[in-house]
């Protein structure tokens, strides 16, 4: 019996198309064209370098002559050496340092891009639930209007109301109709993008009503993720910014441009070639070895080397100024939230006034102390409240998906998945 509550309970999570924050973020990055792309470029980048850290293939020179013998026979005279193509000592280290550099490079590179991709889908995620608030507020206009403008034809046909009164109340009923459907498109188009960002194949047949996107048995879930407000005092912000990836990927991209400097100013003989083998004269076989040694008399290594101090000394000064730029544009989104904040806060104390004197309206308006225009009037006040709230809710979310891409990170809490 418990089995079966176990497997039913799984089986309704599946079909309210509820996931995990963990698999949330798994499926980020598994279906992200982007991230599997960045993935495969940084392995062939590694794989290409390791490559230019081997040795270069031995191969065997051979030469043959047709020389007469001191008994004045033709004969072949064969010389054949093994030639091989090291890298030097000095060059191997330096040449593994920047393998071990550019790994490092390349895993936090792959970290930063994830981290956006996570953002991104997050920002959407939460803008396609408060967007659903959004309808839900848009269709109760709708329904307040829709009754209202058949009590003002039954007024109309009375004779207690202008035609132009009648015609108002369906222009306001029409513009409610007119944002609920706009409202449904961008749902429609947010569940599409994650669908494909979460690999979800559950289409909706076309031609259906609407509220099968709002079904809970259809409408996507993710535990744990939901609209937050952002706190980060100015030590936490400091600690932030000390691991910033932006930050360390430039610090690695110098230090590589570095260690190039350093192997260009070594790496003089990378023609050096030796061999040795044998050679016959005379019927004899002797000893054979043959060296190519370059002679570095020209300033071209001079010039490498100076070419990778200036991109060294670039990247050194980027990465100044991007510390500088993280540090102002993040305080200005943190200023930006904070406001915000105070912005909903008031707007929910407002909604819950508004509510109020809707209440009082109604009450007026049920008793004839006021018109209906009065009694719309408050109706309308309070919706737009509603409606306020769900868009400065919105905009807070962008704002802290802003924060987040400028830090690298994200600030919600993964688990064992991050």
Not at 114 to 135: D, P, S, V
Not at 242 to 248: N, P
Not at 290 to 301: G, S
Not at 311 to 331: F, S
Request: glycine share 4%; aromatic share 10%; proline share 2%.
């Amino acid at each position: 019996m418990r089995t079966l509550l176990i497997l039913g309970f799984l089986l309704a999570c599946l079909n309210a198309r509820t996931l995990s924050l963990e698999e949330f973020y798994k499926r980020v990055e598994h279906n992200s064209m982007e991230l599997i792309q960045k993935k495969a470029t940084f392995i062939s980048l590694l794989e290409e370098q390791k490559s230019t850290n081997s040795w270069d293939f031995p191969f065997i020179s051979n030469e043959t002559s047709i020389v007469r013998n001191y008994q004045g026979i033709a004969e072949p005279q064969p010389r054949t050496v093994l030639m091989i193509k090291p890298k030097l000592p000095w060059v191997s280290r330096l040449l593994a340092r920047s393998l071990s550099i550019k790994n490092v490079q390349y895993r936090k590179s792959y970290e930063l891009s994830r981290n956006l991709a996570f953002i991104g889908a997050k920002r959407l995620y939460l803008n396609y639930i408060l967007n659903i608030e959004k309808y839900n507020v848009y269709s109760r206009r709708e329904q307040i209007f829709l009754s209202q403008l058949n009590a003002a034809k039954s007024k109309v046909a009375a004779g207690s109301m202008s035609k132009k009164d009648y015609i108002n109340f369906k222009n306001s009923y029409l513009e409610s109709k007119l944002a609920k459907i706009n409202t449904e498109t961008l749902i429609i188009n947010q569940e599409r993008m994650l669908n494909t960002m979460l690999a979800i194949v559950d289409p909706v047949e076309r031609g259906s009503d609407f509220g099968i996107f709002l079904d809970k048995k259809h409408a996507l879930r993710i535990s744990g993720l939901k609209f937050e407000y952002v706190h980060l005092g100015e030590h936490a912000l400091e600690r932030v910014l000390q691991r910033s990836l932006y930050v360390e990927i430039l610090d690695l991209a110098a230090k590589d441009y570095r260690v190039n400097a350093n192997l260009a100013n070594r790496n003089v003989f990378q023609n050096f070639e030796f061999g040795l083998g044998s050679e016959s004269y005379n019927s004899a076989t002797n000893l054979s070895m043959e060296f190519y040694i370059p002679l570095p008399v020209t300033p071209k290594n001079i010039h490498l080397k100076r070419k990778f101090m200036a991109l060294e000394n670039g990247t050194r000064a980027q990465n100044e100024v991007m510390k500088r730029n993280i540090h102002i544009n993040a305080n200005a989104y943190l200023n930006q939230l904070e406001t915000k904040e105070k912005y909903i806060r008031i707007q929910i104390d407002a909604i819950d006034n508004k509510a109020k004197l809707m209440e009082m309206g109604r009450v007026a308006y049920e008793s004839q102390k006021i018109g209906l225009f009065e009694y719309l009037f408050y109706q309308n006040a309070y919706m737009d409240a509603l409606i306020a709230l769900a868009e400065a809710r919105i905009e807070y979310v962008n704002i802290t998906a802003l924060l987040e891409e400028t830090l690298g990170e994200t600030l919600t809490h993964i688990g064992s998945a991050y």
